[in-house]
């Protein structure tokens, strides 16, 4: 059975999310950020980094950290979303990578210039939130013409939608994005995205902002 160690955050929802579309049994630990779990001796254990998602995988006591590669292990264990053709499978990875490389990192930082630092530094929000469009861009002419990041559904989806979804609190402008809309519209209605996106439920826009940072001052 996977554990999985999670918040309500975007990479912790990859996971989830990942975990319904395969319709494996898991187990949820949710990590307090207020009291700072996730710095916790036992935590660091499993992931040095201190930061979630992390899994322990007690078919074999495997412990894996960092969304990304949680998702390749996930994916190859269940032989699900993902392609097992060479060429295909690399250009999952890309996509992969372009999240979490990209979208990811600027997007976050996004929210904590944003929403979460006191001091408000223009210079850095607009920074962020105007490479987010750019690399919103970037996945709106890649989506042209096609229903899912790559030739078949993947973890590419799980992963970009999971941040993407949340363009409204990141105040990322979306117009004139049509593909990017549209295949927005189809992730929020796979039964899986929606189940996904309540391990563990979110809270209140109060709590959650004191809970993120929390996370960043810690």
């Known amino acids: 059975m ?15 999310i990942a975990l319904e579309e395969m319709a494996v049994e898991y187990k949820v630990k949710k990590i307090d950020f207020n009291s700072g779990e996730q710095k916790e001796d036992w ?14 995988d007690h078919d074999n006591g495997l412990t894996v950290f960092e969304s990304g590669a949680i998702l390749l292990y996930l994916a190859d264990k269940y032989k699900k979303l993902i392609s097992e053709d060479p060429v295909q499978r690399i250009k999952c990875i890309e996509w992969l990578m372009f999240q979490m490389g990209g979208i990811g990192p600027m997007q976050g930082q996004a929210n904590v210039f944003g929403r979460y630092f006191e001091e408000k530094i223009p210079s850095a929000i607009s920074r962020y939130r105007n ?5 919103y861009e970037v996945l709106d002419k890649h989506l042209d013409g096609r229903e899912w990041i790559c030739d078949e559904y993947s973890i590419a989806d799980i992963a970009n939608w999971s941040w993407v979804r949340i363009y409204k609190w990141s105040e990322v402008d979306i117009s004139g994005l049509n593909n990017l809309r549209d295949w927005m519209d189809r992730m929020k209605e796979r039964p899986a995205c929606i189940k996904g996106c309540q391990v563990p439920p979110r809270s209140d826009t109060s709590s959650q902002v004191k809970s993120a940072k929390s996370m960043i001052q810690k």
Do not use: H, Q, V
């Open 131 to 135: 490479e987010c469009r750019r690399l």
């Open 2 to 16: 996977i554990e999985l160690f999670t918040a309500a955050t975007p990479n912790g929802y990859k996971i989830s």
């Open 43 to 56: 935590f660091l254990k499993i992931n040095p980094n201190g930061r979630i998602p992390a899994i322990i």
